[in-house]
């Protein structure tokens, strides 16, 4: 089964300054969906950003980008210019394209961006 | 992106009664919702698959008779959480997929009194 990580429970940044939170994951599959959710107090899940297995190039998004490893299995988020609106639970999530499409998601960081 | 719409976003009950949750998707068909329950700070647990015309298939742990979903329709998936008990407490998710990805409900805050 797949699972994946997020080893770092909390973590701040200043306002405008970069932040990288961290994700790996464990499958045997060679294909497959990787994603960040953010989840602000309002609790509703948005989707920041996707990235493709296939695709060795890195996803970007605005101020969010990845870092995607495949062979080292990480999947870390960078986000530029920290905004106060960014404060929220960040979760790295993997789908599988074999099982049902479901999505396996890691415990979650919680984001906290200081003025 | 497209719209899921999940009804109520509040719902308090009394021990030993029933609720249901509701899950649209609004401007897309949905052969697939998902169904999480989320606790306090931690992540989202997957509750079972719901698949449109069909059964829908648990994870391991939850009680299908305790937590009865129903997949109507394209558009409409429903979560009902029988004699509910403090316990079920909790919020939960409804998740509906469309081609490439996964896009979520508002969530549901159950209090069970």
């Known amino acids: 089964a797949q699972t994946v990580t997020q080893s770092q429970p909390e973590m701040s940044v200043q306002e405008a300054e970069t932040v990288t939170l961290s994700c790996t994951y464990d499958?045997?599959?060679?294909?497959?969906?990787l994603f960040w959710y953010k989840q602000p107090p309002s609790r509703q899940m948005i989707l920041v950003i996707r990235q493709e297995a296939y695709k060795q190039q890195n996803a970007t998004e605005n101020r969010f980008s990845v870092n995607f490893q495949k062979a080292a299995k990480s999947f870390s988020l960078k986000i530029s210019d920290s905004q106060l609106g960014d404060a929220a639970m960040y979760f790295c999530a993997y789908r599988s394209l074999e099982y049902g499409n479901k999505l396996v998601f890691g415990a979650g960081t919680i984001l906290r961006v200081k003025s | 992106g497209a719209v899921v719409s999940q009804h109520p976003s509040r719902v308090i009950c009394k021990s030993g009664t029933s609720v249901k949750i509701e899950c649209r998707s609004l401007?897309?068909?949905?052969?697939?919702m998902f169904w999480y329950r989320q606790f306090p700070k931690q992540s989202l647990m997957l509750m079972a698959t719901s698949n449109e015309g069909s059964k829908a298939t648990y994870e391991q742990g939850v009680e299908k008779d305790k937590f009865l979903i129903n997949h109507a329709s394209l558009t409409l998936s429903t979560l009902t959480v029988t004699s509910a008990h403090p316990e079920d407490s909790s919020f939960y998710i409804c998740?509906?997929?469309?081609?490439?990805?996964?896009?979520f409900g508002q969530g549901t805050r159950l209090t069970v009194v």
């Open positions: 499958t045997s599959e060679s294909d497959y969906y």
């Open positions: 401007d897309f068909q949905a052969t697939t």
């Open positions: 998740s509906a997929k469309d081609r490439t990805e996964a896009f």
